[in-house]
């Protein structure tokens, strides 16, 4: 699929770069590589990038999306960057607690909760 539409909403909000998904569910290893590579793509671009990932409009994550999730957390911080996630389902909730994945990154309730808590 050759120019591939981006699966991501980007938002500049002074420093912080939020990020929506577009697609309800999160599954198809394709479009889990492409989310990988635009949100990589704007860690590349800063020095220090501080991520907001809103999961708002996500009914279903696979666990390769996990995985790319973790990616882009040590991406983030190799940086000296900030990542916060906010708006997840509460059934999505639930594989972050039973993966532990809750202790790894810092989740909002909801948009104003994560961005006051970067610093």
């Known amino acids: ?3 591939q539409e981006s699966r991501l909403v980007i938002e500049q909000d002074a420093e912080v770069t939020r990020v929506g998904f577009l697609d309800r569910n999160i599954l198809e290893e ?3 590589q492409q989310i990988g590579e635009e ?3 704007i860690i590349d671009a800063s020095p220090s990038p501080k991520i907001l990932l809103n999961f708002d409009n996500v009914e279903h994550l696979s666990s ?3 995985g790319t999730l973790i ?3 040590n991406a ?3 940086q000296g960057g900030q990542l916060r996630l906010s708006n997840i389902d509460p059934q999505i909730y639930e594989v972050f607690v039973i993966t532990k994945l ?3 990154f810092q989740i909002h309730d909801d948009d104003a ?3 006051a808590s970067f610093k």
Request: hydrophobic content about 60%; aromatic content about 0%; overall charge positive.
């Open 76 to 78: 983030v911080k190799r």
């Open 113 to 115: 909760a994560a961005l």
């Open 30 to 32: 394709a479009s889990i």
């Open 1 to 3: 699929m050759a120019g």
């Open 39 to 41: 949100i990589g793509s």
């Open 102 to 104: 809750n202790k790894l």
């Open 71 to 73: 990616t882009i957390n």
């Open 64 to 66: 390769a999306a996990l």
